[in-house]
């Protein structure tokens, strides 16, 4: 599997952006980026994914390097109800499975 | 519509025990995954069906086995248990399109504790 590395924890406020970088520089071609999120006593939840061209849908925006080797997912305004762990996840479209690694720990300041 | 829901949402066993987790996937996701969550870690694969067929497998022993009923829910099985199997249990379903990468609903979890 790929493999993707993450900030082990990040700290933001109320109100403000935040940007989660994730690097992949052995990305292959044909693997697309995906992130989930895991809320406290929660199971995962899909945020976004993309493959080449930036994304964005209500949750968040993906911003993918022109390289493909790194991407950042930007929450454009964290709420309280933001904090998580977020994961960044490559995945080969006949891959069946999430390779989850350890995440990025978000916590939102009042 | 509901989501993805599991059972029970707790559960203590004691070493050498046997348990099974359930699992009902959202109305008409076909697909059911199971993941090992150990406290501090993301979550690890352990299995996937789809059509009541098992098609993918992590690296998990042959204690841990699973199958999926004909209303795509899903059963859990750990055999022999160790403390180290402690973990939370994730089960994910989804709606297998062709040519489409699908995304994953996960449902609460169950906690297991072995002591």
């Known amino acids: 599997d790929a493999k993707t590395t993450q900030p082990n924890s990040m700290e933001s406020n109320e109100e403000e952006p935040v940007h989660l970088p994730c690097n992949h520089s052995?990305?292959?071609?044909?693997?697309?980026i995906h992130w989930y999120r895991q809320l406290p006593s929660q199971g995962p939840e899909y945020v976004i994914h993309g493959l080449t061209s930036n994304v964005n849908n209500r949750m968040a925006s993906l911003a993918i390097a022109e390289d493909r080797k790194s991407s950042t997912l930007i929450l454009h305004r964290a709420t309280l109800r933001d904090a998580a762990v977020y994961y960044c996840?490559?995945?080969?479209?006949?891959?069946?499975?999430?390779?989850f690694g350890a995440g990025t720990t978000v916590t939102v300041r009042a | 519509d509901a989501g993805v829901t599991q059972s029970p949402t707790h559960l203590i066993k004691t070493r050498g025990q046997q348990v099974t987790l359930r699992c009902s996937p959202i109305s008409g996701h076909k697909s059911v995954s199971w993941y090992q969550q150990v406290l501090g870690q993301g979550p690890q694969f352990i299995f996937q069906y789809y059509e009541k067929e098992e098609r993918g497998r992590g690296n998990f022993p042959d204690r841990f086995s699973a199958r999926q009923f004909p209303n795509y829910s899903s059963e859990l099985n750990v055999n022999a248990l160790l403390l180290g199997d402690s973990a939370l249990y994730l089960c994910a379903s989804s709606l297998v399109l062709a040519g489409q990468q699908e995304t994953q609903y996960f449902g609460p979890g169950t906690r297991l504790l072995v002591l």
């Open positions: 996840i490559l995945r080969d479209l006949a891959d069946y499975k999430l390779s």
């Open positions: 052995t990305i292959s071609g044909t693997d697309y």
